[in-house]
């Protein structure tokens, strides 16, 4: 089955700067792969997602990037605000998934002001 | 998207007991997947639940611990049964809309075995 690993853990920066946040996959037929935001004792919220039929895709400050080749995929949140504070977790599945999702470990991002 | 409510939102139990949980979407779906949520921890499928079939269980699940039933396709409800302190966890179920892999999920019940 698929396995997908998430790097960091934690993840801490200073309000304004960039956080990056890397998923890496095993199963070469995964072909969607989206990520969640969890706020406290909330449930988790799509942010973005894309397919393995684009390299990259942006909506705002969040960006995501995705290697099918090496299988890995990216998060990017630029100019990044005490709002942002949060889980995040990457997931994958696609087409012989059955709708199923597979999802990274999580990464606790605090953004200071 | 897709508005999705779950009941109760939190509750404490007594070990041995069993808790039932609802998940109601504002729309019609095919699929719906209940999850639980460990402490710190993320998210591991529990089974997914297609109406008019048997929901499908992820390995190490079980239906006689974890019934779930699916009468309609806005509504499904997973029940706990005999219940101990290790499944004190967060219960989510999600939906997937229209057959995009794109899930969204409800806001959780947390449960608190005693």
């Known amino acids: 089955g698929e396995n997908v690993e998430q790097h960091p853990s934690t993840l801490s920066v200073q309000e304004g700067d960039s956080a990056v946040i890397k998923c890496t996959y095993s199963d070469s037929a995964s072909n969607y792969f989206p990520w969640y935001k969890q706020e406290l004792g909330k449930g988790p919220q799509l942010i973005i997602d894309?397919?393995?039929?684009?390299g990259e895709k942006k909506d705002q400050r969040i960006a995501v990037t995705l290697n099918k080749t090496a299988k890995h995929f990216s998060l990017h949140i630029t100019e990044t605000q005490p709002e942002d504070s949060a889980v995040y977790f990457c997931?994958?599945?696609?087409?012989?998934?059955?709708?199923?999702?597979?999802f990274g470990q999580g990464t606790i991002l605090t953004v200071h002001p | 998207s897709a508005v999705i409510s779950q009941k109760p939102s939190r509750d404490i139990c007594q070990r041995g007991t069993s808790l039932t949980i609802q998940c109601q979407v504002d729309?019609?779906?095919?699929?719906m997947f209940w999850y639980r949520q460990q402490p710190g921890q993320s998210l591991t499928l529990i089974a997914t639940a297609n109406q008019g079939s048997e929901a499908t269980y992820e390995s190490g699940f079980v239906i006689d611990k974890f019934p779930i039933s699916r009468p309609n396709l806005t509504f499904s409800t997973l029940t706990v049964s005999n219940l101990s302190p290790e499944d004190s966890s967060i219960y989510l179920c999600?939906?997937?809309?229209?057959?995009?892999?794109?899930?969204?999920f409800g806001p959780g019940t947390r449960l608190t075995v005693l």
């Open positions: 894309i397919r393995s039929n684009v």
């Open positions: 729309s019609q779906v095919t699929m």
């Open positions: 999600s939906v997937e809309k229209g057959g995009t892999d794109t899930q969204y």
């Open positions: 997931a994958a599945g696609g087409d012989t998934s059955y709708g199923k999702l597979t």
